[in-house]
């Protein structure tokens, strides 16, 4: 009876990899939890090219380096830790660039549309601009908050308001366990501002900020 039962389970292995291999889908949650299917309900989920999850090494968790020029060259260009982005990246999308929370939030970075257009970001869903449009809302918080990394996150995770009415990291499970998590990712450290590079930031008068490199008319930093 024990071998018949082996048997069968062997045999339902490997159908579900042979259906895995010819119609598989796969879809990372905002919680970073991979789910496969062969009979997606979600538009979130991406057909698998031939090949299953653990041979493509979709269940392994995303290798540092991905992305890495693109993250690179925004820290830089920005001033933020490129370690603190990566943290930000891993927990907000698991590195997935195709990532869609239940929210709407968009791409590598989560950005929400509203929030994407304010930024200039045209496609969220590009890699290279979801990350600078990221990394940049992201400086805009760590300015507002004087430097303080936990509450910019909070800020990332929950909206402005929220933590300047509570005056500390709101008391949402999910926003405190999104801090906590990337704060351990990113090691703790306090330090992100890398003064090689002078930030200038200037509103318009249709009320968009902008931040650039190159020091607007007026000067205002």
Known sequence: MMSLSLTLLVIGLLFFVHTAEASGFRLIDEDGVVHFTNAPT?????????????SAGWLRIPARGKYQKEIQEASTRYGVDSALVEAVIRTESAFDPWAVSRKGAMGLMQLMPTTASVLGVRDAFNPKQNIDGGVRHLRGLIDRF???IPLALAAYNAGEEPVRWYRGIPPFPETRAYVRRIMQLYGGRGAVLVPAQLIYRYEDSQGTV???NIPPPSNRR
């Open 146 to 148: 004087a430097g303080d």
């Open 42 to 54: 979600d538009p979130r989920y991406q057909r698998l090219s031939g090949q299953t999850g653990s």
């Open 210 to 212: 902008t931040y650039t």
